[in-house]
T-cell receptor, first 115, second 112 residues
Framework: DAGVIQSPRHEVTEMGQEVTLRCKPISGHNSLFWYRQTMMRGLELLIY????????DSGMPEDRFSAKMPNASFSTLKIQPSEPRDSAVYFC?????????????FGSGTQLSVL | SQQGEEDPQALSIQEGENATMNCSYK?????LQWYRQNSGRGLVHLILIRSNEREKHSGRLRVTLDTSKKSSSLLITASRAADTASYFCATDAIQGAQKLVFGQGTRLTINP
């Protein structure tokens, strides 16, 4: 079991550029989550998919953020245009089940720095 | 606002001692989970305890849940240097948005 795979591991970009983060959930898991972690705000849920359908995107900060899950094995989180305040560690997690409160398996995260 | 809040924010003990971390939450829950995060890594699930359970064990870990006080504790016995990490509780509330809400974490340092 390869676990949840995220890429890239680190991303450094300039303000205004588009950033795309990628995630491959654990095979067989039907729920996928994007979290953001900062020192100030801790771990925040951005969006949650169940069976490839977005269920709760209330945590997406603004329209600059978008997420897709075109199939059960791939998801992207896009920021366009990026801003320095988007600098954070972005985690993808997956789980099995139809509720968002079950055991989560996290990827190693993408450390994003927007200059 | 955060559903779960850990206490203390930081804890430093000697190797071999026991470490206790606490979590308080505000609303009724389906379950409460504890996760560990090593520096620069993703979170790793430790234990899930459901609202109808009072205590759960896993190796050197013991978790208690008191729903009347809306609190939980994580005990690590016979601590090791490798236990140095941040520990987070996460709650699955019965009402409201269905999602795991994480606390701010307790930073645990085990001194050799």
């Amino acid at each position: 079991d390869a676990g949840v795979i995220q890429s890239p591991r680190h991303e450094v970009t300039e303000m205004g550029q588009e950033v795309t983060l990628r995630c491959k959930p654990i095979s067989g898991h039907n729920s996928l989550f994007w979290y953001r972690q900062t020192m100030m705000r801790g771990l925040e849920l951005l969006i949650y998919f169940n069976n490839n359908v977005p269920i709760d995107d209330s945590g997406m900060p603004e329209d600059r953020f978008s997420a897709k899950m075109p199939n059960a094995s791939f998801s992207t989180l896009k920021i366009q245009p990026s801003e320095p305040r988007d600098s954070a560690v972005y985690f993808c997690a997956s789980s099995f089940g139809d509720r968002a409160g079950e055991k989560l398996f996290f990827g190693s995260g993408t450390q994003l720095s927007v200059l | 606002s955060q559903q779960g809040e850990e206490d203390p924010q930081a804890l430093s003990i000697q190797e071999g001692e026991n470490a206790t971390m606490n979590c308080s939450y505000k609303t009724s829950i389906n379950n409460l989970q504890w996760y560990r995060q090593n520096s620069g890594r993703g979170l790793v699930h430790l234990i899930l305890i459901r609202s109808n359970e009072r205590e759960k064990h896993s190796g050197r870990l013991r978790v208690t849940l008191d729903t009347s006080k809306k609190s939980s504790s994580l005990l690590i016995t016979a601590s090791r240097a490798a236990d140095t990490a941040s520990y987070f509780c996460a709650t699955d509330a019965i009402q409201g948005a269905q999602k795991l809400v994480f606390g701010q974490g307790t930073r645990l340092t085990i001194n050799p």
